[in-house]
């Protein structure tokens, strides 16, 4: 019987989990610990590992799976960013995600956030404990259909948030995307740059990808192209935001407020019981003490469906990988071949002056074979997208070809991932086709 060893395990996922092993007649381990050096030795004997890791893993833990003959990491996240795809590489382990899991959970919190700061919730609820009770112009809202919005990305997630927005509010929405989605392009106007798209939204809500290339996107300078008195929403990832910067703008009053559910320095903090305990950060204290800052710990996806999405799409990423191993790899390499063929895309920012970021008016031809996804002005389009697209995955906000390589892709032996995407660095792809050669795989 095929075992897997499945860890970083929560309460909620066990139900979940138990339901999958049985359907599926495979034999599940399960721990509660993140994978370390000190227990990576529980894995040997198992033939497949899922995580939902936060802590980076150090290069004796790839060598450790690689002796112990796992094939694949199944990440439980659409974040991937503790993961060493060179030393992946290096160890012939296969790294997947689980890159849409609940977009509307994620996209319905964005809003529900976006009114809060709105309608000044935090204030009027510390007045509430105070007994005071009076309507007074401090807490004096507007009208959520008279304001205008700015969606950053518009992928799933960001594409359902401007959605909702739009039809549900009578919002005027304005997006900013390097390929936009034909089917938000219904209800939003697409902007040429991410500055004009800020500079014109009582709201702003964020939903891209977090690469290297794109740390603290979110900067003194973008925050200062604003509209004044604008709410800003972070329900994707903490490092696209300069927070010091964020509060700098906030206290001259520029910005309204913000809704962060992710934070710059999350790593080992969220989501983790520290009660009783001193954290020692004194600019997550203040984000927590302020009134004009609503601070969740990264829980816009965490619904009973994304639950069961990440355990299931994961657990089954890995069944299908230990599985059909060689022909998983088959389909990288069809796949990376036709990425190496692609030209890399410099940092968006860069791009915002080209003739050839059209984003206005109708949608380029490219964009009329894709499917929406959750990320999908980044990737994980169908496999015709693929081999239209110059760039990648990541490639509007600054990433070489890289991750989310293929989706889905289905073949006389089914689907072989389903919802879930491998993850790849540029070097891995020149690897595996160099190592495997141009006989077969061709594209």
Request: proline share 3%; no cysteine; charged share 25%.
């Amino acid at each position: 019987m095929t075992k897997i060893k499945i860890m970083t395990v929560r309460e909620e996922d066990i139900p979940f989990i138990e339901d999958w092993a049985r359907n599926n007649d495979v034999e599940v381990d399960l721990d509660t610990a993140q994978l370390t050096e000190e227990n990576v030795d529980t894995v040997k004997g198992f033939d497949g590992l899922s995580l939902s890791q936060m802590l980076p893993l150090s290069e004796n833990i790839y060598a450790k799976l690689h002796e112990f003959g796992i094939k694949q990491i199944a990440q439980r996240s659409a974040g991937y960013d503790g993961f060493d795809l060179e030393l992946a590489t290096k160890y012939d382990l296969i790294v997947s995600n689980v890159p849409s899991y609940s977009p509307t959970s994620i996209a319905e919190f964005a809003v529900t956030q976006a009114i809060n700061l709105i309608r000044n919730a935090n204030q009027i609820q510390n007045n509430v404990r105070q007994y005071d009770f009076r309507w007074q112009p401090s807490i004096l809202s507007r009208s959520i259909r008279d304001l205008t919005v700015a969606v950053i990305g518009t992928g799933r997630i960001g594409g359902r948030a401007a959605e909702i927005f739009a039809k549900g509010y009578g919002s005027k929405v304005v997006a900013y995307d390097p390929f936009p989605n034909e089917h938000v392009a219904e209800y939003v106007t697409y902007t040429e740059t991410l500055e004009e798209a800020v500079g014109q939204a009582d709201i702003v809500t964020i939903h891209v990808p977090a690469t290297k290339y794109n740390h603290h996107l979110f900067n003194d300078d973008l925050f200062k192209q604003f509209k004044q008195g604008a709410v800003f929403i972070n329900a994707a990832r903490g490092s696209l935001v300069d927070t010091k910067a964020l509060l700098s703008n906030i206290d001259s009053q520029h910005i309204k407020g913000a809704a962060l559910d992710t934070y710059e320095y999350e790593r080992g903090v969220f989501p983790i019981n520290h009660q009783g305990q001193e954290l020692n950060d004194a600019l997550l204290d203040e984000l927590i003490e302020r009134e004009d800052i609503i601070l969740t710990p990264h829980i816009a996806f965490y619904t009973d469906a994304a639950v069961k999405n990440l355990i299931v799409d994961a657990l089954d990423a890995t069944l299908d990988v230990f599985r059909n191993y060689s022909f998983t790899r088959k389909l990288i390499i069809i796949q990376l071949k036709r990425l190496l063929n692609k030209t890399k895309m410099p940092y968006f920012k860069k791009r915002l002056s080209s003739k050839q970021n059209k984003l206005k008016g109708a949608p380029t031809k490219r964009l009329s074979k894709r499917k929406p996804t959750d990320n999908a002005s980044w990737g994980g389009a169908s496999t015709k997208t693929i081999s239209k697209r110059k760039p990648t995955d990541n490639a509007s906000w600054g990433e070489a070809p890289t991750v989310r390589n293929a989706r889905r892709i289905s073949t006389s032996t089914g689907s072989w991932v389903a919802k879930t995407v491998l993850l790849a660095s540029e070097s891995t792809i020149r690897s595996i086709v160099n190592k495997e050669g141009s006989g077969t795989t061709n594209s």
